[in-house]
């Protein structure tokens, strides 16, 4: 069965420095999106994407961040400079119409 | 902004009974409903959904419930089992926010043998 995937599992960095997540969403599916959970707190929307461009961002996703799909496959969100706060679970997900399926999530701890 | 809402933290249940998970939502523009399915370092799994036009969905022991007047969906798991020990998360989202899905709370479910 076709899967979301992610990479890394886990990333530590300092604060200040850039980060990049990667996903590849399921390969039929042109709605593409990002979330985080922070520890004990709700999943929150962070950004949609879809035809190559966003479609919708939530206020939590400021300048910082940013989201790409380099090639047919990879889609990317980078963080350039982060903070203490931005240590969460991100997850990546994908869909075909309504229903999104998720990756299993990248663990980033900001030091 | 509470705008879906899991009351209930946690839930016990004896294996073999049924297990009834609730959720209320304040949006009237919200479309479409999902539960999803979580273990800890996990991803979300996706279980069930509800379109708006409808009032009951089935899959398997999974059934899910939605009431539009008092905005609330509910999801029934018969009969359970242990496997089924997670946090259920209620998604909701409307086709005029790119399908952007607003996340309640979760409910941690625990089944025992």
């Known amino acids: 069965e076709p899967e979301v995937t992610q990479t890394p599992s886990h990333q530590v960095t300092q604060m200040g420095q850039e980060v990049i997540l990667r996903c590849v969403p399921i390969s039929n599916h042109l709605y593409f999106y990002w979330y985080r959970q922070i520890l004990g707190q709700k999943v929150e929307f962070l950004v949609s994407f879809y035809n190559n461009e966003i479609s919708e961002k939530s206020e939590i996703f400021d300048d910082q961040f940013s989201v790409e799909r380099p090639d047919g496959s990879n889609f990317t969100l980078k963080i350039r400079s982060t903070k203490l706060e931005d240590s969460a679970m991100y997850f990546c997900a994908s869909s075909d119409y309504d229903t999104q399926y998720f990756g299993p999530g990248t663990r980033l701890t900001v030091l | 902004d509470q705008q879906v809402k899991q009351n209930s933290p946690s839930l016990s249940v004896q294996e073999g009974r049924i297990s009834i998970l609730n959720c209320d939502y304040t949006n009237s523009m919200f479309d479409y409903f999902l539960w999803y399915k979580k273990y800890p370092a996990e991803g979300p799994t996706f279980l069930i959904s509800?379109?708006?036009?409808?009032d009951k969905n089935e899959d398997g022991r999974f059934t899910v419930f939605l009431n539009k007047s008092a905005k609330h969906l509910s999801l029934h798991i018969v009969p359970s089992q242990p496997g089924d020990s997670a946090v259920y998360f209620c998604a909701a989202s409307a086709m005029d926010s790119s399908y952007k899905l607003i996340f309640g709370s979760g409910t941690r479910l625990l089944v025992r043998p």
């Open positions: 509800i379109s708006s036009i409808k």
